[in-house]
């Protein structure tokens, strides 16, 4: 890539953002899983972390992941970024999820 | 099990043009959305080209809630934090009526669609998600597996317009997964003003708006556009670059939309306003050469589920509509001849699309997405050069203006050989042309 270096972004917590969406969360039926933590854990680039736009993908304190999909925006971009397949993705059941109120 | 002429997988633009057009002429149409209710799975920016939806509804501008005309056009190139070259056209007869094209917020624009569908006599359910397509033995689709209880449905006919991610599809086997390279993730805020603030920024007044359509460093050598659009009383500002750049980088699609909001062109156009919603939606810009099969033997797909988006324009939810429709006519037309949706006879379907300007529109920028792919530097060097430039030039300081130009253009060679240069403005007239 050719962006200068000594240019850095704010770091912004998507929590935040999040937080003026609306969801209904289907509880203890997560739409979206790991197959295999294994791969996660030797995953060198970890794309799932930075390309989430909900800041679902996280790396835990063992280098794994930490997977939560309350906030998830059900763009599909984790099944697309990981060269593993490593990701079961699904949408949520319907009526539950993401509830855009614009769009 | 209960048996309808036509299946219609999703209620967003495609979707809802082909039910609408098929129940209009009799058929029995059952429409499937996962969604609570249509659109509330959706995004878009959202400018509406009124031309396709004219077509199937001529009248829509009596109904539909529309948020602003487009009055002005702005095209931008931004420099990372700091500069904004840029062209605005604004044209006195953008503002008469009938407008070519609209803002809207597809939350609501959706539901509308949906009540006109519900109208000419569609069965609509929502709440419910397709899990998969129904084959025969000999692999005809005959229906749709739902997750409900006795969730089977079956159908002369299926039509996939379920979405980008185009996950139906690819688990019957008829196409394969699409690929982060024909993929960009954009993602969108709503922020609200008051309208008189609005109309006084962006100089409008009435139903007015304003689209600015945003390049440059802003996607940090991605390749990747911003918008920014004026709705009545908020705003929708967003970022989206290809997923084959954003997986080798490291900054965060929210990072990116915060240094569009911060840039200094941007920042005193939204400065105050509250961020009510923030999304993120997948846009298939492969073109052409990403295009799946299209059709087969009980089923067609339409809209952004096929990946008809015309990225260089910026067009998609009238390719959406406008594949809906075709998709219709193709079914209404054999129904009427008495013929069976087989592959053979649903190739009627292409054809209408081969004689539109759906395919050739997507033809004529086929080569845009691998030219801007192998050659990145056509939206990071260009633009900060532009910017340059025009800083140079418009900066009084004494130097003879012969010597300024010199070095202007000596700027420009150091950053790309004059071959390169060349090779440049071939490539982008090859894909451009
Ligand atoms: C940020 C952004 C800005 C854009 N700006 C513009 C613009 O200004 N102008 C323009 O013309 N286009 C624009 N587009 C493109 C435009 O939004 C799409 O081309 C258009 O929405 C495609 O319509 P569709 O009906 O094919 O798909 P969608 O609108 O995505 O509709 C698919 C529907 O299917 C449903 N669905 C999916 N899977 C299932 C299932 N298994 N079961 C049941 N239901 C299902 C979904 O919930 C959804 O309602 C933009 C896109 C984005 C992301
Ligand atoms: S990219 Fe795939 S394999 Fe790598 S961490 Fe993410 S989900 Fe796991
Ligand atoms: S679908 Fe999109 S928002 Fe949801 S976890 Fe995957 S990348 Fe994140």
Request: aromatic share 8%; hydrophobic share 40%; charged share 25%.
């Given at each position: 890539?050719n ?101 | ?72 056009q702005r095209m931008w190139l931004l ?6 070259t840029g062209a605005?056209y ?91 390279e024909d993929?960009a ?28 359509e945003i390049a440059g460093n802003?996607t940090?050598g991605m390749v990747g556009t ?16 290809m997923?084959?750049d ?39 810009e492969g073109g052409y050469r990403a295009l ?17 988006v015309n990225a260089v324009h910026r067009e998609?939810?009238?390719l ?37 300007f759906v395919m050739a529109d997507l033809k004529k920028y086929q080569g845009v997405p691998e030219l801007l792919h192998d050659h990145p530097h056509i939206l990071g060097t260009y633009p900060r050069f532009l910017g340059d430039a025009a ?14 130009q010199?070095?202007i253009l000596g700027e420009l060679t150091r950053k790309r050989s004059v071959l390169g240069l060349l090779g440049d403005a071939y490539r982008f007239w090859r894909a451009f042309r």
């Amino acid at each position: 890539m050719n962006a200068p270096a000594e240019f850095a972004l704010p770091k912004v917590n998507v929590e935040e953002k999040l937080f003026q969406d609306r969801y209904r969360v289907d509880v203890g039926k997560p739409h979206i899983k790991v197959r295999d933590a294994g791969v996660c854990a030797s995953c060198a680039a970890k794309p799932c972390t930075v390309c989430c736009p909900a800041g679902c993908w996280s790396i835990d304190e063992d280098g794994g992941i930490d997977l939560m999909v309350d906030g998830c925006l059900e763009c599909g971009t984790c099944r697309l970024v990981c060269d593993e397949g490593n990701v079961d993705w699904n949408y949520p059941r319907g009526g539950f999820g993401i509830l855009f109120k614009f769009g | 099990m209960e048996k309808f002429d036509v299946i219609v997988v999703g209620a967003g633009p495609s979707g809802n043009a082909a039910a609408y057009t098929l129940a209009r002429a009799g058929l029995s149409v059952l429409q499937l959305e996962r969604g609570e209710s249509p659109g509330t799975k959706n995004v878009q920016g959202a400018i509406l080209y009124a031309d396709a939806l004219e077509k199937i509804i001529p009248d829509f501008r009596d109904s539909a809630p529309l948020e602003r005309h487009v009055a002005e056009q702005r095209m931008w190139l931004l420099d990372e934090n700091q500069s904004c070259t840029g062209a605005t056209y604004r044209d006195a007869r953008f503002s008469q009526e009938p407008h070519n094209r609209y803002t809207i917020i597809r939350a609501r624009f959706d539901r509308w669609f949906s009540g006109k569908v519900k109208d000419a006599g569609a069965l609509v359910i929502c709440e419910t998600t397709v899990t998969e397509l129904l084959r025969d033995p000999a692999g005809k689709v005959i229906g749709v597996r739902t997750e409900r209880a006795q969730g089977d449905i079956l159908a002369d006919c299926v039509i996939l317009a379920d979405g980008a991610n185009a996950l139906l599809g690819e688990r019957a086997g008829l196409r394969p997964r699409v690929k982060a390279e024909d993929m960009a993730l954009a993602v969108k805020e709503v922020i609200f003003l008051p309208r008189e603030t609005i109309e006084s920024r962006f100089n409008i007044a009435d139903t007015q708006g304003v689209v600015i359509e945003i390049a440059g460093n802003i996607t940090h050598g991605m390749v990747g556009t911003g918008f920014l659009y004026t709705n009545r009383d908020s705003l929708a500002i967003g970022i989206g670059c290809m997923l084959a750049d954003m997986k080798r980088q490291s900054l965060t699609p929210c990072q990116l939309l915060e240094g569009l909001k911060r840039h200094p062109a941007v920042q005193p156009l939204i400065e105050g306003a509250e961020m009510k919603e923030y999304s993120a939606h997948l846009i298939p810009e492969g073109g052409y050469r990403a295009l799946p099969q299209l059709y087969g033997e009980g089923w067609l797909v339409v809209g952004d589920s096929a990946g008809f988006v015309n990225a260089v324009h910026r067009e998609g939810s009238n390719l959406a509509m406008t594949s809906g429709r075709f998709a219709a006519e193709t079914l209404i037309g054999l129904r009427q001849a008495g013929k069976p949706f087989t592959a053979a006879n649903l190739a009627a379907y292409k054809r209408r699309l081969d004689d539109s300007f759906v395919m050739a529109d997507l033809k004529k920028y086929q080569g845009v997405p691998e030219l801007l792919h192998d050659h990145p530097h056509i939206l990071g060097t260009y633009p900060r050069f532009l910017g340059d430039a025009a800083r140079e030039a418009l900066t009084v300081d004494g130097e003879p203006k012969r010597d300024k130009q010199k070095r202007i253009l000596g700027e420009l060679t150091r950053k790309r050989s004059v071959l390169g240069l060349l090779g440049d403005a071939y490539r982008f007239w090859r894909a451009f042309r």
